[in-house]
């Protein structure tokens, strides 16, 4: 007998649920007895073996390993009054035993299947369970975009260490979220047709109990709580899964951390440190039918707030699962019931929870305050809604049009992986009736659906668009565009102009199957939702407000509304149609791809015939638009300034030089020159004058909404603020959409400087310099870059400017 073996034997000898089954099974036959003791066996050491391979997969995270199985069985019968065990059957002290030992082994995957998420196949081209595999992982690690951003920042920086830690990270998470569902294929696998009670296969009970341990406690009403496996043999189902589920929750101590591994292992993600120190500030505890109580000596409030926030888990879990019981009790028709009650308190002890003490003093580490902040609901709603964030109270408009987008653009992406027809529509309705004002924002996207309501449309900064739903949703469809809705805060915007809102939603849900369509009133930011029925045959969702009397756009005309919706929205990814008082009105993408740079001329551009005046269409990738740039020349040859006039004057004879020249500056031409100025007294002055000839000016957005902050600066400035500080004037029409983003505050009129805008930045200067490149000649261009390069001070410019230099040297 191998060590293994012979720990597995002697730990078995010393449990109660071990001893009371081999007595009952040898009561009914020897043979019975043989065949329960070999099941149990091949199954112990099977979980033991497989156990061990946990901690190689998942090094950072609290130990699944062998000897826990033992301690979830050792907790069983903590759990269960001793009287009670006599009274269970067979089949049933059976599947305690063997979901104690198998509920966790999802967290030890195959080495293949590892070495497939990680794209290393066995041979030179994968199988198709492999490009399943990897398939699978990577829709998992597309909803975690943030943790892949920072694995790209890393490995451009040579940190490759630290983003391996990352890519270990996912793996770890992929294998523990997933782990219920993959035990239930592993036992199919490894072990159909082989775990029998008699002639009564158990193999799939075994496998819902494993998978139910992981699964909302609700999830336990579903399994049969009086399962004959024989003449009067009985298998409460749901008893056994509740017995699991708290006996792995309560094996919360210090052995499943020990610390002389905890010592050897490079623990370094925040979430799992937090984990490991959490569990060894465990010291005893106490768990009886009258008592479940933890000892832990915490180093640091956060440790002992999470234990006790666990404790707070299993509050809530003890009393679902006595609710559980209690319902299939009154449920079940069974004269007596009284074998499966759990006479166990409904909370947890925490009086013996809290700092370590010092040796000397006595006194503890710290002072524990159960405080945090707290927000004041109503005043934060107000910031939310009110104009110190939006800046102007018109953005509901716009916030109610981008919503649209996104869920018509949702919808369309997942119609084009059905292969399913489908043409997106936003309709955007003022109108009035009696001396009520309305605005209407219909569109036929994806819709909502209750949960979606509870989760995000109704919680102030959750967007449905940064959740991990979506991210999944996404992964799903192959989706590629960029949400323009970020903040989960857009709805409140509303209310600056609205007194209720009404909304009718119906949700798609797959290929020709939705939710029921919800309706709901909302009168005012602080009410309660009315839902009522609704007949909406369509998915998709209408938001009708009802207008305060002084809404912003109560004095508007038509055509000034007309000119504001596509103000906001100047690129629309969605044809929106727009409908006042019954008169139509349609406009889309190509609205914007006929937009002319030219169109943004002002008295700050005038025609002069030493700026010459070049065209750019952009073609590249995600940036739709084109722009014009000003350039000093004389005699067809770009330069750094022009002396328009110089000469010699006398007056009263006193001789007085002028001139007139144009140069460049930052974002401008201009034109500097000297003038005479005779007073009142009659004294003689010389005057400096300075007019722009050619100033930079932008009609900017991004994914197809507007970007009111301005590119460009306009009389002061902040340096710190993103805006386009280059060596000449520019006028561009540019819509920044595909996977190219930028972020923004809520209002949308302040981009945030960081890596996206330097990263934007940096290839606009090397598109628009390349354009120039392939417009003008070479003489030209390289005088042309010389001056950019002498007048120019920003860096994110001359990145680009150095790379379509590049470009040309190579062509």
């Known amino acids: 007998?191998?060590?293994?073996?012979?720990?597995?034997?002697?730990?078995?000898?010393?449990?109660?649920?071990?001893?009371?089954?081999?007595?009952?099974?040898?009561?009914?036959?020897?043979?019975?007895?043989?065949?329960?003791?070999?099941?149990?066996?091949?199954?112990?050491?099977?979980?033991?073996?497989?156990?061990?391979?946990?901690?190689?997969?998942?090094?950072?995270?609290?130990?699944?390993d062998s000897e826990h199985l033992f301690r979830v069985l050792y907790l069983m019968e903590k759990l269960i009054p001793e009287e009670n065990l006599e009274n269970l059957s067979v089949p049933e002290l059976m599947l305690l035993i063997l979901s104690a030992f198998f509920h966790d082994l999802g967290m030890s995957p195959d080495e293949n299947?590892?070495?497939?998420?990680?794209?290393?196949?066995?041979?030179?081209?994968?199988?198709?369970?492999?490009?399943?595999?990897?398939?699978?992982?990577?829709?998992?690690?597309?909803?975690?975009?943030d943790r892949l951003d920072d694995i790209d920042r890393l490995r451009v920086n040579q940190e490759f260490s630290k983003a391996e830690l990352i890519e270990q990270y996912l793996?770890?998470?992929?294998?523990?979220?997933?782990?219920?569902?993959?035990?239930?294929?592993?036992?199919?696998?490894?072990?159909?047709?082989?775990?029998?009670?008699?002639?009564?296969?158990?193999?799939?009970?075994?496998?819902?109990?494993?998978?139910?341990?992981?699964?909302?406690?609700?999830?336990?009403?579903?399994?049969?709580?009086?399962?004959?496996?024989?003449?009067?043999?009985?298998?409460?189902?749901?008893?056994?899964?509740?017995?699991?589920?708290?006996?792995?929750?309560?094996?919360?101590?210090?052995?499943?951390?020990?610390?002389?591994?905890?010592?050897?292992?490079?623990?370094?993600?925040?979430?799992?440190?937090?984990?490991?120190?959490?569990?060894?500030?465990?010291?005893?505890?106490?768990?009886?039918?009258?008592?479940?109580?933890?000892?832990?000596?915490c180093n640091h409030p956060v440790i002992e707030s999470g234990i006790k926030k666990f404790c707070d888990y299993i509050d809530t879990e003890l009393k679902n699962c006595s609710a559980i019981l209690s319902k299939i009790s009154e449920q079940s028709g069974f004269l007596d019931f009284s074998q499966y009650k759990l006479n166990l308190p409904i909370k947890v002890n925490r009086e013996r929870i809290g700092p370590v003490k010092d040796i000397e003093s006595g006194d503890p580490l710290y002072e524990y305050w159960d405080t945090s902040f707290e927000l004041n609901k109503n005043q934060v709603i107000e910031l939310f809604m009110g104009t110190q964030l939006y800046g102007t109270k018109d953005v509901a408009l716009r916030e109610l049009i981008q919503n649209s987008i996104d869920a018509c653009l949702l919808s369309e992406a997942m119609h084009n992986s059905w292969n399913a027809p489908y043409v997106p529509n936003i309709i955007v309705k003022f109108y009035t009736i009696g001396t009520e004002d309305y605005l209407e924002v219909i569109d036929n996207g994806i819709g909502m659906n209750k949960d979606i309501i509870n989760n995000y449309y109704s919680k102030v900064g959750s967007s449905f668009y940064k959740s991990k739903d979506f991210f999944d949703l996404k992964a799903q469809t192959d989706l590629s565009y960029k949400p323009i809705s970020r903040f989960g805060i857009g709805i409140l915007?509303?209310?600056?102009?609205?007194?209720?809102?009404?909304?009718?939603?119906?949700?798609?849900?797959?290929?020709?199957?939705?939710?029921?369509?919800?309706?709901?009133?909302?009168?005012?930011?602080?009410?309660?939702?009315?839902v009522l029925k609704s007949d909406k045959d369509e998915p998709g969702t209408s938001t009708k407000l009802l207008l305060?009397?002084?809404?912003?756009?109560?004095?508007?005309?038509?055509?000034?509304?007309?000119?504001?919706?596509?103000?906001?929205?100047?690129?629309?990814?969605?044809?929106?149609?727009?409908?006042?008082e019954n008169e139509e009105n349609n406009f889309s993408k190509n609205d914007f791809q006929n937009?002319?740079?030219?169109?943004?001329?002002?008295?700050?551009?005038?025609?002069?015939?030493?700026?010459?005046?070049?065209?750019?269409?952009?073609?590249?990738?995600?940036?739709?638009?084109?722009?014009?740039?000003?350039?000093?020349?004389?005699?067809?040859?770009?330069?750094?300034?022009?002396?328009?006039?110089?000469?010699?004057?006398?007056?009263?004879?006193?001789?007085?030089?002028?001139?007139?020249?144009?140069?460049?500056?930052?974002n401008e031409i201009k034109k500097k020159g000297d003038s005479i100025e005779i007073n009142?007294?009659?004294?003689?002055?010389?005057?400096?004058?300075?007019q722009t000839l050619a100033k930079s000016n932008a009609s900017f957005s991004i994914h197809g909404i507007s970007y009111s902050g301005g590119l460009f600066p306009e009389y002061s400035f902040n340096a710190k603020k993103t805006m386009l500080l280059w060596p000449f004037p520019m006028l561009i029409v540019l819509d920044l959409n595909g996977n190219n983003d930028l972020d923004l505050n809520s209002a949308r009129n302040e981009i945030v400087l960081n890596e996206l805008w330097n990263s934007f930045e940096q290839n606009l200067a090397f598109i628009i310099c390349k354009k120039l490149s392939e417009n003008l000649k070479e003489e030209y261009i390289s005088t042309l870059y010389s001056l950019f390069r002498a007048n120019s001070q920003n860096d994110n410019f001359l990145v680009g400017l150095e790379k379509a230099q590049e470009l040309l040297k190579n062509q």
């Open 113 to 145: 299947e590892i070495k497939a998420w990680k794209q290393q196949w066995l041979g030179q081209d994968p199988t198709d369970i492999e490009k399943k595999e990897y398939s699978n992982f990577e829709r998992f690690k597309n909803t975690y975009p």
């Open 1 to 64: 007998m191998s060590d293994s073996e012979q720990h597995i034997e002697n730990s078995l000898a010393k449990s109660k649920i071990y001893t009371i089954l081999r007595r009952k099974a040898l009561n009914e036959s020897r043979t019975i007895d043989s065949n329960v003791s070999d099941t149990i066996h091949k199954c112990v050491k099977y979980a033991y073996d497989k156990a061990k391979l946990i901690i190689k997969y998942m090094p950072e995270y609290t130990l699944h």
């Open 548 to 580: 305060k009397q002084n809404h912003p756009w109560k004095h508007y005309t038509d055509e000034a509304l007309i000119k504001a919706i596509k103000l906001a929205v100047p690129n629309p990814q969605v044809p929106i149609k727009i409908i006042i």
């Open 171 to 297: 793996i770890s998470e992929y294998i523990r979220l997933n782990h219920a569902q993959r035990v239930k294929k592993l036992i199919a696998r490894d072990w159909k047709d082989q775990i029998f009670y008699h002639d009564t296969p158990l193999t799939k009970i075994l496998a819902d109990i494993c998978q139910s341990h992981n699964e909302d406690a609700l999830s336990l009403m579903n399994l049969d709580a009086n399962f004959l496996s024989g003449e009067d043999v009985n298998i409460c189902i749901p008893y056994i899964a509740v017995i699991l589920r708290l006996a792995d929750l309560l094996d919360f101590d210090a052995k499943r951390t020990p610390s002389v591994l905890f010592s050897h292992l490079s623990v370094r993600n925040s979430v799992s440190l937090f984990e490991w120190q959490k569990h060894r500030s465990i010291k005893a505890w106490r768990i009886n039918q009258n008592e479940i109580s933890f000892f832990a000596e």
């Open 680 to 690: 009142d007294t009659g004294d003689i002055k010389l005057t400096p004058r300075t």
């Open 493 to 530: 915007s509303t209310f600056m102009v609205s007194e209720s809102v009404e909304v009718q939603t119906k949700r798609l849900k797959g290929k020709y199957s939705y939710d029921d369509p919800l309706k709901l009133v909302i009168e005012g930011y602080d009410s309660i939702f009315t």
């Open 595 to 666: 937009k002319k740079a030219a169109e943004l001329k002002s008295y700050y551009w005038t025609e002069n015939a030493n700026i010459r005046e070049e065209l750019i269409e952009f073609d590249e990738s995600g940036y739709i638009g084109n722009a014009i740039v000003g350039i000093i020349e004389q005699n067809g040859i770009p330069v750094e300034k022009v002396d328009v006039h110089s000469n010699e004057t006398n007056v009263n004879g006193q001789k007085y030089s002028l001139s007139l020249q144009m140069h460049w500056e930052t």
